[in-house]
């Protein structure tokens, strides 16, 4: 049988066991485990985890994990004790708008198929007797939530991978990480070096310390949390639960008041986020030795804890008698990112070193199944794109920015947050050059990485006059105005710019770049200088990474539009093998204007000399032109679906393309469109959004791209996994539903019913100014997934009603685009 690689963990946790358990379920047995603790108590967050399962989540991606967690803990005892003790969840609405929140978070959760119910304020007292049932409004129940000891759970699975092969090593710690050429070759430990092809980092808050051996910035900000243990309750002791269950009573949230409680046999546990941020710096962490407790457990400090107790008093009546208070507390230790999720995946510039990172327990053992599965297959069965450490931009890995979005994270954990709701600090951050036009103009500006993005402008709302604009409803009415649709509306019938900066652009030059990118795309990219494709970049299972459009500017240069740092991520490492090809971030010296609609030639040709008409400068055309005395790239492409141009030039004459474009287009009836059009506009014509609407989950006919897959034109990575498939065989569809009620817009990842049973979820949604429909595009069943079928989409607790329409739902002909 043939070797398989030799894999160093770091870290003895939760994520740490898992992985190591996992890896070996598929048949790597050369798996080392080093950790600076004992085992299997080793001090760090998984140490001190209050052991609270609830598995709801806004991404499916995390709540698989969650799931997963759930289900593998079940099947686990050590020494016959429990390692999961299933006694479902609670989620405490004190308020209308949180009961509102808690439909939405049920709807959601169905989606990725979790069973729950919001339930009244009767049955929730019932389901946990400790609540002042006055103090509540409704509840979300789900029953398949639950306890579990992290500890426990670390050495059952450890137990289990040594058994098969793997070693444990407690009290050794890493002071180094080999390298040799680029890539990882062994860890260096206080009592000896372990050789390694690859080494996985699970340390948890100790992560920045291990990621800085190999020069890498690890992405995480350790916090300290609150958790405290009431005196003994009388109240609790009467149910007399047997010390082996340790509950009975399902765990509780009530995100209103930040805080959770747990149960005991003789007492609860109560935690707060309601208190002052308490961040920790990664190197003032204590080794093991050295702690007084253990080092992720620092000095309870009960003055930042008192208010977040007069509200356990304010709920549970148990805890407001004579004698009735705090036992002990921890200021316990554990991990935030700046975006809220985990860091996984392989350094870009380290071959073999890998984070397992920021992973809270309630993913842990999803975790494990995830990475193993990356390690030994080459990807995942889940979609990792959001937690993959290779996801953010240079300034996110700034020591300020980690920090203080890790600490915001901290702040907001509990927080209604709304889809389009932008970070408020650090901004503004990035801006294009035209933002200083845009601020004239009365942008508003939401944010996203990093940038500065126009959603609509104030200057049009003069145009309301013209237009008739539904209203929305109160929720999917935040971070919109009218304006929107009149801006789609104006795009639509006459022309309008818009700044197209933040999206990514990379350069793809060398002698090799045709081959390069044939090899890594699925569409034929080896055509005429000139030339532009859509095209798809998939991983090894065939799944949906991104999409991609590829101009040929010369016969050796290539300008990609990408959709964020892991295209990138992707070019950069197949790039260091090819010495034909060098790869360039672009982003940033170019600039971009959308210049849109059916008057677009009409301003175009007033401010250049060059030939723009159908026949000289076609759909799917790249060509260099002068835009009065800007030099300009452009490209005939259009993510609105109307005749127009991409128009790029470098950053330093970027308000001078402005500046020539407005002048000469005003009297043409030109106007700034903002984001929020643009979506609407695009949902009109069924553009994809890379990331929302298909993943790695996906493949592309599925998506409804095989359009842009070429099976002749040779080997591409996916290619393999694509064999046999087509439109015609898939199971599933990414299809538009319409829905009548022109107030009934929804935003996203609600579920979809077919005969009153889920059937999908929605990807993105919005409303089509164009047609005069609410739009919502939805994953379905191929065998329901068809033209008239009717369904409802869950929006909080409602059921709107919808149809599957025919794709695209404006101008299918495409005649406009290639006018």
């Not at 009388?234 to 149910?239: I, K, L, M």
Request: aromatic share 10%; hydrophobic share 40%; with cysteine.
């Amino acid at each position: 049988m043939a070797r398989t690689p030799r894999v160093v963990i770091i870290g003895a946790g939760i994520v740490g066991c898992s992985l190591a358990d996992e890896l070996v379920l598929r048949g790597w047995s050369d798996v080392t485990v080093v950790e600076q603790g004992r085992l299997f108590r080793t001090g760090g967050s998984t140490s001190h985890a209050p052991g609270i399962i609830f598995q709801t989540n806004a991404s499916k991606t995390m709540q698989g994990f969650a799931t997963y967690t759930i289900e593998k803990a079940a099947s686990l005892e050590l020494d016959g004790r429990w390692c999961l003790n299933p006694v479902g969840s609670l989620e405490l609405a004190l308020t209308p708008e949180r009961l509102a929140e808690l439909h939405r978070r049920r709807d959601f959760a169905e989606s990725w198929g979790l069973a729950g119910r919001v339930i009244g304020p009767d049955e929730a007292a019932q389901l946990w007797p400790f609540i002042d049932r006055s103090r509540i409004v409704g509840a979300y129940h789900v029953p398949t939530d639950g306890l579990t000891d992290a500890v426990r759970v670390s050495e059952a699975q450890a137990r289990r991978a040594t058994a098969t092969g793997a070693r444990f090593l407690g009290e050794h710690t890493v002071t180094g990480i080999r390298t040799d050429d680029g890539r990882v070759r062994g860890v260096i430990t206080d009592r000896g070096e372990f050789a390694a092809d690859i080494v996985v980092a699970a340390a948890g808050i100790w992560g920045p310390r291990i990621g800085a051996m190999v020069g890498m910035t690890t992405a995480l900000q350790p916090l300290a949390h609150q958790l405290t243990w009431t005196t003994l309750l009388p109240e609790v002791q009467a149910y007399a639960i047997p010390p082996d269950r340790e509950a009975i009573h399902p765990n509780i949230r009530v995100q209103d008041r930040d805080m959770y409680f747990r149960e005991y046999p003789d007492r609860l546990a109560v935690g707060g986020y309601g208190h002052v941020p308490l961040p920790v710096d990664a190197n003032d962490l204590l080794h093991p030795t050295e702690a007084p407790v253990m080092p992720s457990v620092l000095e309870f400090t009960p003055e930042t804890f008192a208010e977040t107790w007069s509200w356990a008093e304010e709920l549970v009546p148990a805890l407001r008698g004579a004698g009735t208070g705090i036992e002990r507390g921890i200021n316990g230790i554990f991990s935030f990112t700046p975006d809220g999720f985990p860091l996984m995946g392989e350094s870009r510039d380290v071959g073999g070193f890998w984070l397992a990172e920021a992973v809270w327990l309630t993913h842990a053992l999803g975790v494990g199944r995830a990475m193993a599965e990356w390690l030994v297959d080459g990807g995942s069965t889940f979609d990792l794109h959001e937690c993959d450490l290779n996801r953010f931009e240079a300034h996110q890995l700034s020591p300020s920015f980690i920090h203080d979005r890790g600490v915001q994270n901290y702040v907001e954990v509990y927080d209604i947050v709304h889809p389009l709701q932008p970070m408020e600090e650090p901004r503004p951050l990035r801006t294009s050059p035209f933002y200083e036009r845009e601020s004239e103009l009365g942008a508003y500006f939401l944010e996203g990485a990093g940038w500065e993005r126009p959603h609509w402008y104030g200057v049009n709302e003069s145009l309301l006059g013209r237009y008739e604009i539904p209203s929305r409803n109160a929720w999917a009415a935040q971070y919109w105005h009218p304006i929107i649709g009149a801006e789609a509306r104006a795009t639509r019938e006459g022309v309008a710019m818009y700044d197209v900066t933040p999206l990514k652009r990379i350069a793809v030059e060398g002698d090799g770049a045709a081959a390069f990118l044939e090899s890594l795309t699925t569409n034929r990219v080896d055509r005429p200088v000139g030339t532009v494709v859509y095209s798809l970049l998939l991983d090894e299972r065939g799944g949906v990474r991104s999409d991609l459009t590829i101009a040929r500017l010369g016969e050796d240069r290539f300008q990609v539009g990408a959709n964020g740092p892991l295209d990138l991520d992707v070019f950069e490492r197949h790039a260091q093998y090819d010495g034909s090809v060098s790869v360039r971030d672009i982003t940033s010296g170019t600039c971009c204007i959308g210049l849109w609609g059916p008057r677009a030639r009409d301003v175009l040709s007033a401010v250049t000399d060059a030939d723009v008409s159908n026949e000289t400068f076609p759909y799917f055309r790249a060509r260099d032109i002068w835009v009065g005395s800007v030099p300009v790239t452009a490209l005939r492409l259009s993510y609105v679906g109307e005749l127009g141009w991409e128009l790029y030039t470098s950053a330093d004459m970027g308000l001078r393309l402005w500046d020539t474009l407005w002048t000469a287009g005003r009297a043409r009836g030109l106007i700034a469109g903002g984001r929020g059009a643009f979506g609407s506009l695009r949902l009109e014509k069924g553009y994809r959004s890379s990331g929302v609407d298909m993943t790695t989950e996906h493949d592309p006919y599925e998506a409804g791209l095989g359009f842009a897959v070429r099976m002749d034109k040779g080997d591409f990575v996916g290619r393999d996994a694509l064999v046999g498939k087509s439109a015609d065989t898939v199971q599933r569809r990414l299809v538009p539903l319409l829905i009548p009620d022109p107030q009934a817009v929804v935003m996203g990842k609600e579920p979809v019913h077919v005969d009153g049973r889920p059937a999908g979820y929605v990807t993105s949604a919005g409303f089509g100014y164009t047609i005069g429909s609410a739009i919502a595009y939805a994953w379905l069943p191929a065998a329901v997934g068809r033209p008239g079928q009717p369904v409802t989409i869950r929006y909080f607790g409602d059921d709107v009603p919808a149809t599957v329409a025919r794709e695209p739902l404006f101008d299918p002909q495409m005649l406009r685009l290639r006018s």
